[in-house]
């Protein structure tokens, strides 16, 4: 039992379900800052998430088996699937049904926020579901993956978060989500360097197929500047709290996370400790900005 459990957590990527824990805080963060809170909204909104995310990353490990990616490529902790489906451990028919049933779950939670909060939902609803659905077998070999991602895993569940807790949008939480939808887009970006041959040979196509590896560290290094850059501006012109600039305490981070991709764009190895460091930089700067918020 607990060494089919293991299975499991392997295969929904269970550490990478914090992202989600840490979007629906983001989110209410925002809203706190705007005087709405609710709990309880909150913690079914993180339910709804959780069950989206679990069921791309089942999806991800049931196509990635089918088109041969996930055996061709060079798998580290943060890239290249759980390795449960090549291993024979369970039958893949299994994991789509459980990838469905987690979608339905969140279906049956946005259903129920459609009920309760009004019709403006729809378009996240929608957007979110598109994104979940396609994202393996559509998004990533139409090179919007990484832009599906951003908005799937970044600025659909803050604005989400957002309006279930207030009933509405504001430009404070649209202005307040892209940090994240970028985050998120550079989570994807750099972590689908080592996977470039296997993507390559499994009919991917995406930013780091299309333009190479060094263009792609160059991209993740500017859009990571310009979060910062971003979360300044609208510091200084008043549309974000002053401390939100809290979030720029992982700078020392992202530079280190560069420098390092940098130097092994080629070597997928090598390139473990800037995925790590890239982890813990997504996280930790969404977690600060929404502290930053809340402190607001």
């Known amino acids: 039992m607990q060494q089919q459990l293991m299975i499991w957590l392997r295969v929904i990527r269970a550490p990478f379900l914090l992202l989600s824990v840490v979007l629906v805080i983001y989110g209410s963060g925002v809203s706190y800052y705007e005087g709405y809170w609710n709990i309880a909204d909150s913690l079914i909104a993180l339910l709804g998430l959780l069950s989206l995310h679990i069921a791309v990353n089942v999806f991800n490990e049931y196509y990635d088996f089918i088109t041969g990616i996930d055996i061709n490529t060079i798998k580290t902790e943060f890239n290249g699937g759980s390795g449960v489906l090549p291993s024979g451990l369970i039958v893949p028919e299994v994991v789509y049904r459980v990838g ?127 979060v910062y850059i971003y979360v300044g501006i609208f510091i200084l012109t008043g549309l974000m709290p002053v401390s939100v600039a809290i979030a720029l305490l992982t700078i020392p981070l992202a530079v280190r996370a560069i420098n390092i991709a940098k130097s092994n764009y080629d070597n997928p190895v090598g390139l473990t400790d800037a995925l790590r460091m890239n982890v813990m930089l997504v996280l930790g700067t969404q977690l600060l900005i929404a502290v930053g918020y809340f402190i607001g």
């Not at 926020?113 to 729809?122: N, P």
């Not at 504001?170 to 750099?190: H, Y």
């Not at 996977?195 to 009919?203: E, F, L, P, S, V």
């Open 100 to 226: 469905l049933s987690a979608f339905a779950v969140g279906a049956c939670v946005g259903i129920y926020f459609l009920s309760t909060k009004g019709a403006r939902l729809i378009p996240i609803l929608v957007i979110g579901a598109i994104c979940v659905l396609f994202y393996t077998p559509g998004f990533t070999r139409l090179l919007v993956g990484e832009l599906a991602a951003g908005l799937g895993l970044g600025v659909l569940p803050v604005l989400g978060t957002y309006f279930v807790l207030t009933g509405g949008y504001s430009i404070q939480a649209i202005i307040a989500s892209i940090p994240a939808g970028l985050l998120t887009f550079n989570l994807l970006l750099l972590s689908e360097i080592p996977d470039y041959h296997a993507d390559k040979a499994g009919g991917r196509k995406n930013i780091v197929i299309v333009f190479g590896r060094k263009k792609a560290i160059l991209l993740y290094s500017m859009l990571v500047a310009f």
